[in-house]
């Protein structure tokens, strides 16, 4: 056990990788003698040789086409793209080759590489800096998306990402980077597919991944203080998706909210309330409510705290979970003739 | 006898001032030449011969020659298979032979190639069972044959994107030691394409070993080359990367041959990527359900034929004296029995299991993917019974 950072993590588990693995090779902008903006890649190129861990052109498209063609040629790429707004252009890729290759071929031809992408807010950043752009990624059949909110996810699932036969985009949270915390790196953490509680409680259940998970904990021990007992399950691998652990903690609470700092409308959120209400209809004592983030483009860093779930906010959804058994004020006048 | 005195005169010849040497041009060995590189006249008649681009041996001319006719015969008939109903879509190649199986034939077996779905005619000459080629166009999910095995990437539909992925393959090659060389086909209409110029710089900056073919066929399904770039030719866009480039005539199939041998060469000697453009012209629309009147003329179609690739190379060879009457009929035959038996092939209704599109989306499918497997074999079981 070591206190670490989840940036050290990630950098330990790039290292034991390469170190692991010599097929494995980590690319992209100034990943190389800088170490990355953020880095995550420090120390790897003097490492592990200019070959193994490497600068490219600045084109995003082009860095991950070019991995797909490295995992063709027997390769295991762990591409980073700089900020999450900056791998729109590399889409084309990823939806069209990345994800499809291996159906394409029937398993011929498979991409085993990794996409890593600093993603989410909460750090000041400027415009196209701090984008949650999971949901882009969740909706394309062949990728697994990945997101982990502690240290000792971030070490293990980036080591099975890479390990993993499939695409994985690795969506780092940037505000949780330079979070510490004990991690044992000797040992791996629960597989993909599968969420975790982080807390138990009885009264209602918060889904979060990434970013919105130390939100949602954080929620839950304020809510104590109000008499509300609440448990979080931490997603973790939003696909594969967990819907077993998932249903269980809801079907036991009886009550749901999910927590996303992506914005609401169409996101990874609405996904798993659906499911939520689908398998867990009769246990349910109020319907699933959603806290995320506006449907507004990422708002300049002196207002992101308006747009960002608060604590408060997760607070006055659980509020609003109809413990009085009535029917939800907010939208009671909705769909009648005015 | 009086002498005239003379005036003294300079006993070294006249001289200018020594310039200062010129700077070495930087895109020197990059450009291509000014005209299309071309050994055969249109009619056939052998142009004086080059060092720079020596003539492919006889026999493999001689069996480009076979294979062009075969690909063409193959293409025909894969016309005629939409007019059955038998395939969705064909684009056809017809009149890019000589670029067709010219690039297939610079190549090695274990080298790679990266189409385009205008390759059909590129890969049946490569090898590959024509069935296994039309799967997709057929209407099934997946590319048919196996990549990894034949060493031909599925057939490109989102253009010029394969550009990339053959810079990552060939500098993965060789990082691992392998001289492979992968060869992009693409026309011209990708080359405006992001992917290309990011593909082909890529390929430069890493030296990959590529060779970026480009099939000018003048048309991207409507639009005129004049409408994709103001550069003096395609090949032009090799210098802006460091990449060697050149033209050539594409209806000349030994220039063709002769151009991409020096590519593939110079690419597998570990100097990096090549640009080749080949002039050449789509004879047939686009694809079948497209209309070539509402964009060119006859004529232009009709002054084509005149530069038809495989008589050009079929004049020569002729007098040559490696191609005769009875050659060229047992040809023409083996092109019609390849014809017959794919039709046959064909006409048989291909059976697609609903159940086999879950097998490759993941490795593993995953819960989901298996719930919802199950409802279509549910669906699937309940049919079967109403029918029953």
């Given at each position: 056990m070591a206190t670490m950072t989840m940036a050290k993590a990630l950098n330990a588990a790039l290292a034991?990788?390469?170190?692991?693995?010599?097929?494995?090779?980590?690319?992209?902008?100034?990943?190389?003698?800088?170490?990355?903006?953020?880095?995550?890649?420090?120390?790897?190129?003097?490492?592990?040789?200019?070959?193994?861990?490497?600068?490219?052109?600045?084109?995003?498209?082009?860095?991950?086409?070019?991995?797909?063609?490295?995992?063709?040629?027997?390769?295991?790429?762990?591409?980073?793209?700089?900020?999450?707004?900056?791998?729109?252009?590399?889409?084309?890729?990823?939806?069209?080759?990345?994800?499809?290759?291996?159906?394409?071929?029937?398993?011929?031809?498979?991409?085993?590489?990794?996409?890593?992408?600093?993603?989410?807010?909460?750090?000041?950043?400027?415009?196209?800096?701090?984008?949650?752009?999971?949901?882009?990624?969740?909706?394309?059949?062949?990728?697994?998306?990945?997101?982990?909110?502690?240290?000792?996810?971030?070490?293990?699932?980036?080591?099975?990402?890479?390990?993993?036969?499939?695409?994985?985009?690795?969506?780092?949270?940037?505000?949780?980077?330079?979070?510490?915390?004990?991690?044992?790196?000797?040992?791996?953490?629960?597989?993909?597919?599968?969420?975790?509680?982080?807390?138990?409680?009885r009264d209602a259940t918060l889904v979060a991944?990434?970013?919105?998970?130390?939100?949602?904990?954080?929620?839950?021990?304020a809510a104590r203080e109000e008499g509300w007992d609440l448990e979080v399950v931490d997603v973790r691998t939003i696909v594969p998706f967990d819907d077993a652990t998932v249903t269980a903690s809801v079907r036991r609470t009886g009550r749901c909210v999910v927590v996303q700092e992506a914005q609401g409308f169409a996101g990874v959120g609405a996904e798993i309330a659906a499911r939520v209400q689908e398998?867990?209809?009769?246990?349910?004592?109020?319907?699933?409510?959603?806290?995320?983030?506006?449907?507004?483009?990422?708002?300049?860093?002196?207002?992101?705290?308006?747009h960002l779930p608060s604590v408060d906010r997760v607070?006055?959804?659980?509020?609003?979970?109809?413990?009085?058994?009535?029917?939800?004020?907010?939208?009671?006048?909705?769909?009648?003739?005015a | 006898?009086?002498?005239?005195?003379?005036?003294?005169?300079?006993?070294?010849?006249?001289?200018?001032?020594?310039?200062?040497?010129?700077?070495?041009?930087?895109?020197?060995?990059?450009?291509p030449q000014a005209d299309p590189v071309r050994l055969l006249s249109p009619d056939g008649t052998p142009l004086p011969s080059r060092a720079d681009y020596p003539e492919p041996p006889v026999e493999a001319l001689r069996e480009m020659y076979r294979r062009m006719v075969v690909g063409r015969r193959f293409d025909a008939q894969?016309?005629?298979?939409?007019?059955?109903?038998?395939?969705?879509?064909?684009?056809?190649?017809?009149?890019?032979?000589?670029?067709?199986?010219?690039?297939v034939l610079a190549l090695r077996d274990d080298d790679w190639v990266f189409p385009t779905y205008r390759e059909s005619?590129?890969?049946?000459?490569?090898?590959?069972?024509?069935?296994?080629?039309?799967?997709?166009?057929?209407?099934?999910?997946?590319?048919?044959?196996?990549?990894?095995?034949?060493?031909?990437?599925?057939?490109?539909?989102?253009?010029?994107?394969?550009?990339?992925?053959?810079?990552?393959?060939?500098?993965?090659?060789?990082?691992?030691?392998?001289?492979?060389?992968?060869?992009?086909?693409?026309?011209?209409?990708?080359?405006?394409?992001?992917?290309?110029?990011?593909?082909?710089?890529?390929?430069?900056?890493?030296?990959?070993?590529?060779?970026?073919?480009?099939?000018?066929?003048?048309?991207?399904?409507?639009?005129?080359l004049s409408r994709q770039t103001a550069a003096p030719t395609l090949a032009y866009k090799g210098v802006g990367y460091g990449v060697p480039s050149e033209q050539v005539d594409g209806n000349d199939p030994v220039a063709v041959l002769a151009v991409l041998n020096r590519a593939v060469a110079h690419a597998r000697a570990g100097k990096g990527p090549y640009l080749v453009e080949a002039h050449t012209y789509r004879m047939e629309p686009h694809t079948n359900a497209d209309d070539q009147t509402r964009y060119r003329d006859a004529d232009e179609v009709e002054a084509w034929r005149d530069r038809d690739p495989i008589a050009r190379l079929e004049t020569y060879l002729r007098a040559q004296a490696v191609l005769d009457d009875a050659a060229v009929a047992e040809i023409a035959e083996q092109a019609e029995a390849y014809a017959a038996q794919l039709r046959e092939r064909m006409n048989a209704q291909p059976t697609v299991d609903p159940l086999s599109l879950f097998e490759h989306v993941y490795a593993q499918p995953t819960p989901q993917l298996v719930e919802q497997r199950e409802q279509v074999r549910a669906e699937l079981a309940a049919a079967q019974e109403e029918d029953a």
């Open positions: 034991d990788a390469m170190l692991d693995d010599e097929r494995v090779v980590v690319f992209g902008e100034d990943v190389g003698q800088l170490g990355g903006v953020f880095r995550i890649t420090d120390g790897l190129q003097a490492r592990f040789g200019d070959k193994r861990c490497f600068d490219t052109p600045l084109a995003e498209a082009g860095i991950v086409g070019f991995a797909v063609g490295l995992a063709m040629s027997g390769l295991r790429p762990v591409v980073e793209m700089q900020f999450d707004a900056f791998a729109y252009p590399a889409f084309e890729q990823i939806a069209s080759h990345v994800a499809k290759l291996r159906n394409r071929t029937r398993g011929a031809l498979s991409v085993p590489m990794v996409i890593r992408v600093p993603y989410a807010g909460g750090i000041g950043g400027v415009e196209h800096h701090c984008d949650s752009s999971e949901a882009y990624y969740a909706h394309t059949p062949g990728l697994k998306v990945v997101t982990p909110a502690t240290v000792a996810d971030a070490y293990s699932l980036l080591r099975e990402a890479i390990d993993d036969p499939d695409p994985v985009v690795f969506m780092e949270p940037k505000k949780l980077y330079f979070t510490s915390a004990e991690a044992d790196l000797s040992a791996r953490t629960e597989p993909f597919g599968r969420a975790v509680v982080r807390r138990p409680g991944y990434g970013p919105a998970v130390p939100v949602a904990l954080e929620a839950a021990e398998r867990c209809f009769h246990a349910l004592h109020a319907p699933v409510l959603r806290v995320s983030g506006l449907d507004i483009p990422y708002p300049a860093p002196m207002l992101e705290h308006t607070l006055d959804a659980v509020v609003r979970l109809q413990w009085d058994d009535q029917p939800d004020p907010r939208w009671l006048t909705e769909g009648s003739a | 006898m009086t002498t005239t005195p003379q005036a003294a005169r300079r006993a070294s010849p006249r001289k200018r001032k020594p310039a200062t040497p010129a700077a070495p041009d930087p895109s020197a060995g990059l450009l894969a016309t005629a298979l939409t007019k059955q109903g038998r395939l969705a879509v064909y684009p056809s190649s017809r009149g890019q032979e000589a670029c067709q199986v010219g690039g005619m590129a890969l049946t000459a490569r090898g590959i069972d024509p069935v296994e080629v039309l799967t997709l166009l057929r209407g099934d999910w997946h590319c048919g044959y196996d990549p990894a095995e034949r060493r031909t990437a599925p057939q490109c539909t989102p253009l010029a994107t394969q550009c990339v992925h053959a810079a990552g393959l060939a500098y993965g090659e060789s990082y691992q030691g392998r001289d492979t060389v992968a060869m992009v086909f693409i026309g011209d209409g990708a080359t405006s394409e992001g992917d290309f110029h990011e593909g082909v710089n890529f390929a430069a900056v890493f030296k990959a070993p590529v060779v970026y073919f480009v099939q000018n066929n003048r048309y991207a399904i409507s639009v005129p």
